[in-house]
């Protein structure tokens, strides 16, 4: 079993997903506004919110990374996930977020990117991680552009036109790889 390591921001911890989270999972993953721009764009009753949840944890297991919960250091409040996903199908290793509505805005997405793109170069080591963006999801542009993403290419995945952010190792060559 693959121990899932804790990151902690200056007010953010990332910590494993676990049952402790679920309902506040569920609830953010049947929000409307929170799935407009993932999957097929509908929210997800309790049971599929279930799945979702264990895929996330499945994903340390198969690839040895994946998405953390993040959780307010002060208080211990789930306020969204974020992390790294590779499964099969994508075009490349992917940084994801998605935050509860009321904890949008604060600049909590960022702290958990940049944390997450030092545990990419650092114990990964991999050479680039991308974010697909749905093409009309400027707020997640913005963010990918604040993170250090460069937009590199629009794709269409599975059915959705999105803009294509590489992110590259601080003080490493930038090596494009396209398909």
């Not at 494993?16 to 407009?36: G, I, K, N, V, W």
Request: hydrophobic share 40%; glycine share 8%.
């Amino acid at each position: 079993m693959v121990e899932i390591p804790v990151l902690e921001t200056p007010r953010l911890c990332l910590t494993a997903l676990s049952e402790r989270h679920f309902d506040d999972y569920a609830a953010m993953l049947a929000d409307p506004d929170s799935t407009r721009w993932v999957g097929d764009g509908q929210p997800l009753d309790r049971t599929n919110a279930w799945r979702s949840l264990a895929m996330l944890l499945g994903h340390w297991q198969l690839r040895g990374f994946g998405m953390w919960a993040l959780e307010l250091k002060e208080t211990g409040e789930f306020v969204g996930r974020a992390g790294l996903m590779y499964p099969e199908g994508w075009p490349d290793l992917e940084l994801g977020w998605m935050l509860k509505p009321t904890h949008r805005h604060r600049g909590y997405a960022t702290e958990a990117g940049n944390a997450t793109l030092d545990f990419a170069w650092t114990q990964l080591r991999v050479p680039r991680v991308i974010s697909l963006v749905r093409i009309g999801n400027e707020a997640s542009d913005r963010l990918a552009e604040r993170l250090g993403g460069e937009h590199i290419e629009n794709i269409d995945f599975y059915g959705n036109n999105s803009h294509v952010f590489a992110y590259y190792p601080p003080h490493r060559e930038r090596r494009r790889a396209y398909a």
